[in-house]
């Protein structure tokens, strides 16, 4: 029997073939391309067998142009290849041995799996306080608590959401208190976005406010249960049928008169039904039923996030479902971490957390965003793993190629940036959320003529390179209930940066935008105030001088002046002798006669008319 030829040897890898390892090899295919993002012009160049230069000179041709080391979008390496007679493809990995497709990377967790019904627990309400400025939102929170929240606000409002609990009838209840000062809608916002039940505090004696109906906007747009607490009802100026009717205007009937909104008559101060309006809250988190599973994957939203001396950056969050523990791994937006410490709301140090309870989580890589969620990872590894993943997708959209910028385009943007003057600034706060509303509330102010700019924003205190950027870039430091470390005063103190320190934010916005009207030259308005008719030319030891009469108004010595002639300005300037035969004059009034010299100025003829006029300095508005 004759053997069969043995088969010919393998093929040497050709340029356009990845198969570094066995989980890489996609395809047999010679002319399939497969590379991991980030797509590097060296690299595809090497693969394809060509020099760098060739790819360049493709993508020029292409209408590209980017520099040697950017990385290239997947379907203009797809062009390139397929100019070349190759095929290209994004490398994917396979999701069973652990790896995911580069495609499916997101930056937001997924949504929590419905958990079966008989691993379902009751957790706590969590409840948001929301009102208007001053209605005693905190006071009443304050009273829940026997603590004294208020006096540890500036100003002696809440500026940042706190997050606490409260035992009713053995029932722990998770209140939320939300700042209601007009900038911190988004925070506002957010509280209602993770609560069940909204207590909504309108003061007796002012009745519905605009940051009450902005409050009850939020939760309607939520589906929130509203329940309304009248405070104040103490003072002899309150007026609780007055609020009923405005909030009956806005949809919230009490119960009373055939409503479906639970109304509360209250005093923080008093005390008087406080009682009352912790049943309604726990009868409506008994119609509600909230349940969670504590053994599900933890999952929880961070509500405040800062960065705390000694204990670093640390966050505020609300578990949703699971038990975080010490020790857990996670992954928060695209950072990982693990949770080296708990701390609950009172201050004491806690081994776990369970579903609806609020605590403080030390243990961030880096500081999270406020809105993102906490999810438990398996290992410390497969967290790392996905952060990493998660922030080379966010390097290649902020490595994303721009588009070519025509020339008409760059002198308008010339034109825009010498058109408005520039206000910069390196904002400091000590959380998160007020570094957003802040922001915001800056950003919103209206104005044709300055323009204000965040050269960075973020939480922390003021430090000595956040000195050396500003100086750099010429811009102001504005900190928001923070401290400047010693060195950065030193440094401030020598490169002449100037930092401002605010505890309350109204007063930050005002200083903000009265910096921005400093930066506006104040307009120069001209008010003719007389004319003089030269009528003879008198020729003194140095100059001349023009013999005047005034035709109206009045000639004032300290005024400016011009000479027209035959409708032309010829000259402009300011007025050096006003003469009444020998004497100087301070002014010469109508039908006088006088003699005038402007100047240097000596070419004057018979028949010239001097307008007299004087500036007005006119103060710019946004």
């Excluded at 690299?43 to 590209?64: Q, S, Y």
């Excluded at 750099?472 to 928001?480: D, N």
């Excluded at 050096?576 to 000596?602: A, D, H, K, P």
């Amino acid at each position: 029997m004759v053997k069969a030829p043995p088969p010919p040897p393998a093929a040497p890898a050709t340029c356009g073939t990845v198969a570094d390892t066995p989980e890489e090899a996609s395809s047999d295919d010679p002319k399939l391309i497969v590379i991991k993002p980030p797509i590097l012009i060296p690299e595809l160049a090497a693969r394809l067998g060509l020099k760098p230069f060739h790819i360049m000179a493709d993508l020029i041709k292409l209408g590209v142009f980017p520099a040697p080391n950017q990385p290239l979008e997947p379907d203009i390496a797809a062009r390139i290849c397929e100019s070349h007679g190759f095929t290209f493809e994004r490398e994917k990995r396979d999701k069973d041995k652990g790896f995911h497709k580069i495609e499916e990377v997101i930056v937001e967790p997924v949504a929590p799996v419905k958990e079966p019904e008989d691993l379902l627990k009751d957790r706590p309400p969590i409840v948001t306080i929301m009102g208007h400025v001053d209605h005693g939102k905190t006071s009443i929170l304050d009273f829940f608590r026997k603590s004294k929240i208020t006096s540890g606000e500036a100003g002696g409002i809440t500026q940042h959401i706190g997050a606490y609990q409260v035992i009713h009838n053995h029932q722990e209840i998770t209140f939320l208190d939300t700042p209601g000062h007009a900038i911190f809608s988004d925070m506002r916002a957010r509280g209602a976005d993770i609560t069940d039940i909204v207590v909504l505090t309108v003061a007796a004696n002012d009745g519905v406010m605009p940051q009450t109906l902005e409050a009850i906007k939020h939760a309607k747009n939520a589906r929130k249960t509203i329940i309304v607490a009248i405070n104040k009802c103490d003072l002899p100026s309150a007026n609780v049928q007055r609020v009923k009717s405005q909030l009956a205007e806005h949809g919230l009937q009490t119960t009373d008169f055939g409503g479906d909104t639970e109304f509360s008559e209250v005093s923080a101060v008093t005390g008087q039904g406080m009682e009352t309006l912790l049943e309604l809250i726990a009868l409506q988190a008994e119609v509600l039923e909230l349940k969670a599973n504590p053994k599900a994957t933890t999952r929880a939203a961070v509500i405040e996030a800062r960065v705390v001396p000694g204990r670093g950056t640390t966050a505020t969050v609300i578990v949703e479902s699971g038990t975080l523990k010490v020790g857990t791994p996670f992954i928060c937006g695209p950072y990982a971490g693990k949770v080296r410490s708990l701390i609950n709301d009172r201050g004491a140090t806690i081994k776990s957390a369970h579903p609806g309870m609020p605590v403080e989580v030390i243990g961030f890589e880096e500081l999270p965003n406020v809105g993102d969620h906490l999810t438990e990872m398996k290992t410390e590894r497969e967290a790392k793993a996905l952060a990493n993943e998660r922030q080379e997708q966010q390097r290649l959209i902020r490595l994303k190629p721009q588009h070519r910028t025509r020339m008409e385009d760059l002198f308008s943007m010339v034109r825009d940036v010498s058109g408005k003057a520039q206000l910069k600034l390196i904002l400091k706060c000590d959380v998160q959320g007020s570094v957003e509303a802040i922001k915001k509330a800056v950003l919103a102010i209206e104005s044709e003529k300055v323009e204000c700019s965040f050269i960075t924003a973020a939480a922390g205190p003021i430090t000595e390179s956040d000195v050396a950027y500003a100086d750099s870039t010429g811009a102001i430091i504005v900190g928001f209930n923070v401290k400047v470390e010693a060195k950065a005063v030193k440094s401030a103190k020598a490169a002449v940066v100037e930092i401002k320190l605010y505890s309350v934010v109204y007063e930050l916005i005002d200083q903000v935008r009265e910096a921005m009207l400093g930066l506006l030259e104040p307009l120069s308005r001209e008010t003719v105030i007389g004319h003089a008719e030269v009528r003879q030319i008198f020729k003194l030891t140095r100059g001349r001088a023009a013999g005047s009469f005034v035709t109206d108004g009045r000639i004032h010595r300290k005024a400016h002046a011009r000479v027209i002639r035959g409708g032309v300005p010829v000259f402009d300037g300011r007025m050096s002798t006003l003469r009444r035969f020998q004497e100087e004059v301070e002014e010469v009034r109508t039908n006088f006669e006088c003699g005038i010299r402007l100047g240097e100025f000596n070419e004057y003829l018979e028949g010239d008319i001097i307008e007299c006029y004087k500036l007005d300095k006119i103060p710019q508005t946004l």
